[in-house]
């Protein structure tokens, strides 16, 4: 039975003296480590780096041709931030100057000691994995503080719009009471508790987003009969101060009393979609919901007949912020579906979505059980 030997890392030898290059890749060679290629001019080694981009290049700096190692090493660093040791029997301070320019991981002169080329490479590959761990833990710091301060902005223009409701509809009851009727004053209090609804949904999401962006995601699963409590999500939406007068068509199949999926998730997980398909649908439309149980999973599907989603749209539906062109005026964050991902990928379930544009579009959500 043949033993595979886990390879060290990809290599390229960029060497004009071929038997320092052939002795040195096969010392490689038996240290572990795999030579992709020797070339022995600048122009050969960035052609070698568009076929496949090596962990590492040991470079020559006096090649064959016009240009020197160094400048090979300015081309390739353009294409990728490949870690480069050069090889070179200079070292007077003229080179080491124009060498110190490219940011090498190491410096080697020739004759080559192959217990130090083993460690320079050893050093340089370790070296380049910590640099790379630490830029993207910037890069995702930087995400991170620009999703909060759009967050932030963004959530404070939501929030203005109910507040200024409560303040408005407050001064009134204060200042007109006895002049409002009855109906007036109830119609004002309903009002008021529809906007502070809204601050409720608002708060929940953006308490959803952090926990998203911590790495801290709930995940309480439950036992929990979801066509019933989906039945009751809905009622919830049958009402007078509907923000489309939309007619919503509800189907179920099976039963779900013994899938255990967490109810706060799944809360989130159908009110984004039917309050999109609803904001989203023509005046007088209609919103089919469709629920199948088994005991293994839930699927649901959402479909509306609204204005539908642009194609250029559909691949990045899900990042947050995005929306699309031809929402108009409609109110939203923008992160409605991204937190519908997030849920659903908490319960290991899948989401896929249909549209076309003035036609409409169906999601489809499958939540497999925790059991499973």
Partial sequence: MA??????????????????????????????????????????????IHRQIPDLILMDIKLRGLDN?????????????????????????????????TSPYGYLTKPLRYAEVDMAIMLS????????????????????????????AMASHEFSTPMSVIRLLIWKLQNFEEQLTKETRAKNLASI???????????????????????????????LDAIAYCHQLIDSFQTSDSPRKCRIQFNSHGKCQKLKIDKKLLWHIV??????????????????????????????QVCDHG??????????????????????????????????KQAIEAHNGKIAVESEVNMGTKFTVILPSANE
């Fill in 3 to 48: 033993v595979t030997t886990k390879i060290l890392a990809n290599i390229l030898i960029v060497e004009d003296e071929l038997v320092t290059a052939n002795a040195l890749s096969d010392v490689l060679t038996d240290l572990g480590y795999q030579v992709l290629e020797i070339v022995d001019s600048s122009n050969d080694a960035i052609a070698a």
């Fill in 69 to 101: 190692g160094i400048t090979a090493v300015h081309e390739i660093h353009k294409i990728s931030p490949i870690p480069v040791i050069y090889l070179t029997a200079f070292s007077d301070p003229e080179t080491l100057e124009k060498v110190t320019a």
């Fill in 125 to 152: 590959l370790q070296k380049h994995q910590t640099e790379k761990i630490l830029q993207e833990a910037l890069e995702k710091e930087k995400e991170l503080h620009l999703l909060k301060s759009r967050l932030l």
């Fill in 193 to 223: 508790q529809s906007a502070i609804k809204d601050i409720n949904w608002l708060l929940e999401e953006i308490r959803l987003i952090s926990c998203s962006e911590s790495g801290k995601f709930p995940f309480n699963p439950e036992p």
């Fill in 271 to 300: 009110m984004n979609l039917l309050s999109n398909a609803i904001k989203y649908s023509y005046e007088g439309g209609t919103v089919d919901i469709d629920i199948t149980c088994n005991k293994e999973e839930l699927t649901l």
């Fill in 307 to 340: 204005i539908g989603i642009p194609n250029e749209y559909l691949n990045n539906l899900f990042l947050p912020f995005l929306r699309a062109e031809n929402v108009g005026n409609a109110k939203g964050l923008g992160m409605g579906l991204y937190i519908a």
